[in-house]
């Protein structure tokens, strides 16, 4: 299918740095919300880029993909199950690297409560206790398990 400019959409040729452009552009949009990203559009085009690379490893650089998927994925687990807790933690991920993208200024979001639901039951039954260390530092955040600001 052709879009507006004529080019063939199914092998439009585009860069990681222009996807990550129009990711950019999404969030910075007047009321946009932050959530993971939803647009059916920019979901398509990343598709497309991840499809194309033959090496997955050099596109997933800062987040060990193949590792956090697999790590705690043992014998026994349900694939479904786990891949979609999988799902609802890298979302959480996402939306911890947009609140600091959108708002580097507020030091409330910094750091990331430990012994809270979010991290209890989202990230840990999921990825591993290094891979949420590196991750976390990876965008800024201080896991913080003091439990006396409860």
């Keep these: 299918m052709k879009d507006e400019t004529g080019q063939d959409e199914e092998h439009e040729v585009f860069s990681r ?10 969030y910075l949009q007047l009321g946009a919300e932050v959530r993971p990203c ?3 559009g920019l979901l398509k085009r990343a598709t497309q880029f991840l499809l194309r690379n033959p ?25 479904r199950k786990h891949l979609t807790a999988f799902i609802k933690a890298t979302e959480m991920l996402e ?3 947009l ?12 750091s ?12 840990l039954p999921v990825l591993s206790g290094s891979t949420i260390q590196s991750v976390l530092a990876s965008i800024g955040y201080l896991p913080n398990s003091d439990a006396s600001q409860r």
């Design 99 to 110: 609140n600091m993208f959108l708002q580097p200024w507020k030091k409330e979001i910094r």
């Design 38 to 40: 939803r647009d059916p």
């Design 112 to 123: 990331l409560k430990t012994f809270t639901g979010a991290f209890v039951y989202c990230l």
């Design 17 to 26: 740095q222009d996807l990550y452009g129009d990711y950019r552009s999404c």
């Design 95 to 97: 939306t911890l690297c």
């Design 55 to 79: 090496n997955l490893k050099d596109i997933f650089t800062v987040f060990p993909f193949y590792q956090a998927v697999t790590e705690r994925c043992g014998d026994g687990t349900d694939s």
